[in-house]
C-alpha cells in the first residue's frame, strides 16, 4: 500500500524557519517526482515545489523561489521541504504527493501538515 | 503562466441529478488536464487524469472530456459522497504546475 507520512508543521513566527517531511513506502520511490502543494486557510490549491525521483532536479513557485528549498533522500524514502524566511502568506496546510505514472497527476498524497506563520 | 478558471463556483444539485462542471485553461493543454475531488479535513483525491481518463477506483458515473483550452467533469447521478469541492489542474508546460479555483459542488 502506497503511503505518504507528513511531519514537522507547526507555529512559526514571521522570518522562522520550519522544515516539514514527507517518507514514503508501497512504491519504487526513486522512479518518482514528489511534489509539495499548500492550501491556505478556506483556499484553493497552490502548487509549491517538484524535485525529481533522482534528486537532481528542483522546481519552485515564484512565490517560495528562494526561501523555500526542497531536498530528498532515496536511501530513506525521504523528501525534506525546508522553508525558511516565512511570511504570514505562508501559512497554509502542505501536502506532499507523488505521481500516478511520470506526469505530474498526483495519485497519492500524504495527510497534510499545518504551518501557521 | 497558464491560468486555470474554474465555473461555475458554486453549483447546487439533488441527489441523483447531473452536475456539471467546467474548467477553462487561458492557453491550450493539450489533454494535460486532471481533476481532483477534496472533502473538507481531506487531501484531494485524483479522480480524472489526461482530461478523461478514470484514475484507479474512481466510480464511472465521474467522466472528463475536453482538450485545448475546454474541459468538463459530469458527475452522471450524485451520490450523497459526491458533494465536495473539485479542482482541475493543468500539467502542460510546467513549471509552475496550475490549479483551478474550485467549484463546489452542495446539496440543493
Known amino acids: 500500500e502506497v503511503q505518504l507520512l507528513q511531519s514537522g508543521g507547526g507555529l512559526v513566527q514571521p522570518g522562522g524557519s520550519l522544515r516539514l517531511s514527507c517518507v514514503a513506502s508501497?512504491?519504487?520511490?526513486?522512479?518518482?517526482?514528489i511534489t509539495w502543494i499548500r492550501q491556505g486557510p478556506g483556499q484553493g490549491l497552490e502548487w509549491v515545489s517538484r524535485?525529481?525521483?533522482?534528486?537532481?532536479?528542483?522546481y519552485y513557485a515564484d512565490s517560495v523561489r528562494g526561501r523555500f528549498s526542497l531536498s530528498r533522500d532515496n536511501s530513506k524514502n525521504t523528501v525534506d521541504l525546508d522553508m525558511k524566511s516565512l511570511r504570514v502568506e505562508d501559512t497554509a496546510v502542505y501536502y506532499c504527493?507523488?505521481?500516478?505514472?511520470?506526469?505530474?497527476?498526483?495519485?497519492?498524497w500524504g495527510q497534510g501538515v499545518l504551518v501557521t506563520v | 503562466e497558464i491560468v486555470m478558471t474554474q465555473s461555475p463556483a458554486l453549483v447546487s444539485v439533488s441527489p441523483g441529478e447531473r452536475a456539471t462542471l467546467s474548467c477553462r485553461a487561458s492557453?491550450?493543454?493539450?489533454?494535460?488536464l486532471a481533476w481532483y475531488q477534496q472533502k473538507p479535513g481531506q487531501a484531494p483525491r485524483l479522480l480524472i487524469y489526461a482530461a478523461s481518463t478514470r484514475a484507479t477506483g474512481i466510480p464511472d458515473r465521474f467522466s472528463g472530456t475536453g482538450s485545448g483550452t475546454e474541459f468538463t467533469l459530469t458527475i452522471s447521478s450524485l451520490q450523497s459522497e459526491d458533494f465536495a469541492i473539485y479542482y482541475c489542474?493543468?500539467?502542460?508546460?510546467?513549471?509552475?504546475?496550475?490549479f483551478g479555483g474550485g467549484t463546489k459542488v452542495e446539496v440543493k
Open positions: 524535485i525529481s525521483g533522482s534528486g537532481r532536479s528542483a
Open positions: 504527493a507523488k505521481d500516478r505514472s511520470g506526469w505530474p497527476e498526483f495519485d497519492h
Open positions: 508501497g512504491f519504487t520511490f526513486i522512479s518518482y517526482d
Open positions: 489542474q493543468e500539467y502542460h508546460n510546467w513549471p509552475p504546475l496550475t
Open positions: 492557453q491550450s493543454v493539450d489533454s494535460k
